[in-house]
């Protein structure tokens, strides 16, 4: 079975632009979520979703959204880019949604934002 | 509030010598517990999982990890350590009741020398 694919890998932009991510669950997998990796932080929550719905948020500004579709794939939004956002971008996708019984999560291998 | 602790930020042992890595939790009642490893520029492998059951976890590449209540504490271990186990390894906590959170202790990351 294919693990959790994330497209692109690598992605530089500009401040002030927006960034589009994408995420591949695993198949069979309806929960994806999504979290901000950088040396200073650590792995912070950004988001879930489960059959589309927005399940849980972490805090971030308003300038991160996101949303699944119908099978499952999900996309990550950053408008407004800044220099802080330069991050790694890390999607885990699970079988049963946050608090389900049993909930674990698998990573994808991320994808690497850098913002001048 | 629910919280991880990874007590070591770094950790050098020697190949073939024994491994364990540190991690204590917050939480009030019994959470899920995971261990992940990372490799530079990759994802989160998740190597073992406690949810309930038997304290003692085996998981993947010949890691095992011990629940211990009394102490909060979920502790990675590994007989014997290979050149490559060297990367970062990450204990997390779920939440099993009320608002849901999944929260990463802030990493160990394990040098091993030849």
């Known amino acids: 079975k294919a693990g959790v694919t994330q497209t692109p890998r690598y992605l530089i932009k500009t401040r002030g632009q927006q960034v589009t991510l994408s995420c591949s669950p695993i198949?069979?997998?309806?929960?994806v979520s999504w979290y901000q990796q950088t040396p200073g932080q650590g792995l912070q929550f950004l988001f879930e979703y489960f059959s589309e719905t927005q399940r849980n948020k972490g805090n971030f500004p308003g300038r991160f959204s996101g949303r699944q579709f119908s099978n499952s794939r999900s996309e990550m939004n950053v408008s407004t880019l800044e220099l802080g956002d330069s991050a790694l971008y890390l999607c885990?996708?699970?079988?049963?949604?946050?608090?389900?019984?049993?909930?674990?999560?698998?990573f994808g291998p991320g994808t690497r934002l850098t913002v001048t | 509030a629910q919280s991880v602790t990874q007590p070591d930020i770094h950790i050098t042992v020697s190949e073939g010598a024994s491994l364990e890595l540190r991690c204590n939790y917050s939480?009030?009642?019994?959470?899920?517990l995971f261990w992940y490893v990372q490799s530079p520029g990759q994802g989160l492998q998740l190597l073992l999982k406690?949810?309930?059951?038997?304290?003692l976890v085996q998981g993947i590449k010949g890691f095992e990890a011990e629940f211990k209540r009394s102490q909060s504490s979920f502790n990675l271990r590994k007989p014997s350590v290979h050149w490559s186990d060297a990367a970062e390894y990450f204990c997390a906590v779920g939440a099993t009741s009320g608002t849901y959170k999944y929260i990463f202790g802030t990493g160990t990351r394990l040098k091993v020398l030849a």
């Open positions: 939480y009030g009642a019994t959470p899920y």
């Open positions: 885990a996708s699970s079988l049963v949604a946050s608090g389900g019984r049993n909930y674990e999560q698998y």
């Open positions: 198949s069979g997998h309806r929960s």
């Open positions: 406690y949810f309930s059951g038997d304290t």
